[in-house]
Nanobody, 124 residues
């Protein structure tokens, strides 16, 4: 069975940092471009960061403007794990964060595989 398990969410103060992890199994992780998406309360989901597979793009990374310079996506293909380092967090970053296999869609349903999300709350 395919599984994508995101973890590392919780409550953090504005200006703080948090690192999310996403462990994959059941598919060829190293050959997939991977995406982090989020869905804030009452809003549509949006992709926020992408990392290419090594065959596709040598682990090139892309970011939505709203997180560029604050978030860093990375992957460890040996561990089948995707990461999202989030720094200088803002209240508007409060959302459920999802990892997904594939790229290009703001829709949670637009991916080959998607895990359950992890809630990040930025609040003082």
């Amino acid at each position: 069975d395919v599984q994508l398990q995101a973890s590392g969410g919780g409550v953090v103060q504005p200006g703080g940092s948090m690192k999310l992890s996403c462990t994959a199994s059941g598919f060829n992780f190293r050959n997939y471009d991977m995406t982090w998406l989020r869905q804030a309360p009452g809003k549509r989901s949006e992709w926020i960061s992408i990392i290419n597979s090594y065959p596709t793009g040598r682990h090139a990374t892309y970011y939505k403007d709203s997180v560029k310079g604050r978030f860093t996506i990375s992957r460890d293909d040996a561990k089948n794990t995707l990461y999202l380092q989030m720094d200088r967090l803002e209240p508007d970053d409060t959302a459920v964060y999802y990892c997904a296999a594939g790229i290009g869609s703001d829709s949670l349903d637009g991916y080959d595989y998607r895990g359950r999300g992890t809630l990040v709350t930025v609040s003082s």
